[in-house]
Nanobody, 124 residues
Framework: QVQLVESGGGLVQAGGSLRLSCAAS????????MGWFRQAPGEEREFVAR????????YYADSVKGRFTISRDNAKNTVYLQMNSLKPEDTAVYYCAADLSTVVHTSPLEYVYWGQGTQVTVSS
């Protein structure tokens, strides 16, 4: 079992930045690839970014590429999402999730552990 707790969400103006954190506890954090997803009201949960176990490789949705950066610190059992140049359409609840597989999954169905989410609101 892995417990995930997100933090760092809030209200920001368009063009601003936020850094989300996801702290993990339980099983060995470095055994899991980690992903960030988001869900806006009335929408399906969508893939944002993924990082491999070592942190060497990262993957992004086209909508955030060049603006968001995923990173991890395995010594601190934490994964981060740095979000720059935020847009109103980035408004959503953001979730971190853990995946045991080495396959690059973008479907939320493939992730086994989830945090409770943190709200990000971008005003225009």
């Amino acid at each position: 079992q892995v417990q995930l707790v997100e933090s760092g969400g809030g209200l920001v103006q368009a063009g601003g930045s936020l850094r989300l954190s996801c702290a993990a506890s339980g099983r060995t954090f470095s055994n899991y690839a980690m992903g960030w997803f988001r869900q806006a009201p009335g929408e399906e949960r969508e893939f944002v970014a993924r990082i491999t176990r070592s942190g060497r490789n990262t993957y992004y949705a086209d909508s955030v590429k060049g603006r968001f950066t995923i990173s991890r610190d395995n010594a601190k059992n934490t994964v981060y999402l740095q979000m720059n140049s935020l847009k109103p359409e980035d408004t959503a609840v953001y979730y971190c999730a853990a995946d045991l597989s080495t396959v690059v999954h973008t479907s939320p169905l493939e992730y086994v552990y989830w945090g409770q989410g943190t709200q990000v609101t971008v005003s225009s």
